[in-house]
């Protein structure tokens, strides 16, 4: 049997409303936790991050490297954990970087664990390339990379990689942790799999020189159950949503929905809304209430949006069970913020996607690479500043749902149930990957 630490600053983002509870607690909410012992380790005080913040959900990408910060001061938690627990696997992301390296000090494994794809890992490339003064300036990151030995077209645009300038530490960069984070582990792990990314796990393996296990795509199988929640408030709300879904056309509704952390300028929300109106069709746009440029509630949506729209769209504001709306019937494409776990969860169900990157960490290569899998299409936006017009996104909207032209986008998409939706495929990639744990040696201690 095998102890476990996972540390990370989890980005929660699930079908649930506990955004009241500390992450610890959010997790002891959860159906899974009793197979898990929690510890908690407080996050240290950093001056700039506020007090009660835990997770980059919680805080505008301008504070999110004084979270970072905070991770590195819990350096001697950790460590003193690791040495008094009996724990024999550590689990991390690249935001702890020095935690492989004190775990093979203390003698105990370490897996990097990487939440994204193998394309995103493979774009970013060896540990050498990213700790080198090459990859120096947003400019730095428009190309695909020379290392790259497939056909890609993956690759940030400029205005989505000096986005990300302003979550990166300016101590330690998001590269320099990603390096040390995957040069001292044992082995990489990814949330995907070689029947879906056959080249980019190939060429990690090559760049990495250290075994590659992918995790699988850890498709969700029905929507999630937590404990200690009012399960009635979620089927109140279920209940209102379904009715209006019971109202339209199969594969006609149009689900929108940008996650949890991010947040476009009103200006961009009020264009987006604009092309959403003129598309003509049926949708559910789920809002949460994050603030955008400080403005919360009525001011996201352009004035009589929603008196316009109220015979074919739904505005829902807050929470909403996410997956239940992608398994309905009438529900035929996702326009999404392209973060990872969402278009896992719209392709488990075949749902074609309409690709609005949130440029955010992985959002844009996933937009990207969705785009030349040919499983939904992106919106045409400029290079440099992310403008768009409303006339583009209506006309893709259209093009992607409903126009000939999208028949084979909508096939392609569908045909991806069978790998993301596939349980059976799923589970193998996560046994294969908990057999290395179990028959990886215990290394001695340094």
């Given amino acids: 049997m095998h102890a476990w630490l996972h540390v990370r600053p989890d980005t929660y983002n699930s079908d649930t409303e506990l955004q009241d509870l500390s992450i610890i607690n ?13 510890i908690e380790l407080p996050l240290p005080a950093v001056d700039g991050l506020p007090e009660s913040a835990e997770s980059t959900s919680e805080l505008p990408i301008n504070k999110v490297p004084y979270l970072k910060k905070a991770y590195d001061l819990l350096k001697p938690s950790v ?13 991390h992301d690249v935001i702890c970087y020095w935690l492989p390296r004190v775990a093979t000090q203390l003698g105990v494994n370490s897996v990097f664990f990487s939440v994204t794809n193998a394309t995103t890992l493979a774009f970013f490339g060896p540990p050498s390339e990213l700790l080198s003064d090459k990859l120096r300036r947003p400019e730095d990151f428009t190309v695909v990379p ?3 030995d497939y056909p890609s077209n993956v ?13 990166m530490d300016d101590e330690v960069s998001d590269f320099q942790r990603a390096a040390r984070a995957i040069q001292d582990c044992n082995f990489v792990t990814m949330r995907s799999c ?7 796990v190939s ?7 250290k075994p590659i296990v992918p995790q699988g795509l850890l498709p969700p199988d029905s929507a999630p159950h937590q404990h200690g929640v009012a399960d009635d408030r979620w089927d109140e709300k279920w209940e209102v949503l379904r009715e209006w879904l019971e109202n339209k056309k199969p594969n006609s509704v149009v689900y929108i929905a940008f996650g949890t952390e991010v947040t476009p300028s009103q200006e961009l929300m009020h264009e987006l809304a604009h092309g959403i109106e003129k598309s003509g069709l049926p949708f559910i746009w789920v809002v949460n209430n994050r603030p955008l ?4 509630g009525a001011d996201i949506i352009p004035p009589g949006f929603q008196t316009r729209v109220e015979d074919r769209g739904l505005v829902w504001r807050g929470w909403a069970p996410q997956l239940k709306i992608l398994d309905h019937a009438s529900v035929g494409g996702f326009l999404t913020h392209c973060g990872w776990s969402s278009v896992v969860e719209a392709l488990r169900f075949g749902l074609v996607l309409i690709l609005f990157s949130g440029a955010y960490s992985d959002q844009p290569l996933n937009a990207r690479l969705m785009h030349d899998k040919r499983v939904g299409l992106e919106i045409p936006r400029d290079e440099r500043d992310g403008s768009f017009t409303s006339d583009s996104v209506a006309e893709l909207i259209r093009r992607v749902m ?3 032209e999208g028949e084979s986008i909508r096939s392609n998409a569908w045909a991806m149930k069978e790998i993301f939706g596939n349980v059976e495929l799923n589970k193998q990639c996560f046994d294969e990957f908990s057999r290395v744990l179990e028959t990886w040696p215990i290394p001695p201690s340094q």
Wanted: proline residues 2%; negative net charge; contains cysteine.
């Fill in 26 to 38: 959010r997790f002891r909410s959860s159906s899974f936790s009793p197979l898990i012992d929690f």
């Fill in 79 to 91: 460590t003193h954990f690791i040495q008094h627990s009996g724990v024999n696997w550590v689990v």
């Fill in 146 to 148: 020379e290392w790259v």
């Fill in 155 to 167: 690759a940030f645009k400029l205005h989505e990689m000096v986005s990300h300038w302003d979550c």
């Fill in 194 to 200: 070689t029947e879906f990314e056959s080249d980019a």
């Fill in 203 to 209: 060429l990690l393996k090559k760049i990495y020189d």
């Fill in 293 to 296: 440029e400080g403005v919360l």
């Fill in 402 to 404: 409903v126009e000939k």
